[in-house]
Nanobody, 123 residues
Framework: QDQLVESGGGLVQAGGSMRLSCAAS????????MGWFRQAPGKEREFVAA???????RYADSVKGRFTISKDNAKNTVYLQMDSLKPEDTAVYYC?????????????????WGQGTQVTVSS
């Protein structure tokens, strides 16, 4: 069974750092595009970052320069390093995967989704 499982969420103070992990099982996602999305309370889910199999990346403007997406193909895992966190980064963060080349920012392009992990940034 193909599965994406996020981990690493929690509570952090503003200005702090946190690293999220997304472990894939059931198939090898190394050739897939992997992305991170987030959903804050009362808001729609939004794109955060994506990486393709050539390690080309795309970021939302709101996180550019603060967040870094990376992958470890040997571990079938994708990471999201989040630095200089702000209270507005508080959200449930979701990992997603798609079988394509383009690191799309459109959630409708993604087929596989994790259950999400909560990130809370206190002021």
């Amino acid at each position: 069974q193909d599965q994406l499982v996020e981990s690493g969420g929690g509570l952090v103070q503003a200005g702090g750092s946190m690293r999220l992990s997304c472990a894939a099982s059931g198939r090898t996602f190394s050739s897939y595009v992997m992305g991170w999305f987030r959903q804050a309370p009362g808001k729609e889910r939004e794109f955060v970052a994506a990486i393709n199999f050539l390690r080309s990346t795309r970021y939302a403007d709101s996180v550019k320069g603060r967040f870094t997406i990376s992958k470890d193909n040997a571990k079938n895992t994708v990471y999201l390093q989040m630095d200089s966190l702000k209270p507005e980064d508080t959200a449930v963060y979701y990992c997603a995967g798609r079988t394509a080349f383009d690191p799309s920012s459109y959630e409708g392009d993604y087929t596989y989704w994790g259950q999400g992990t909560q990130v809370t940034v206190s002021s």
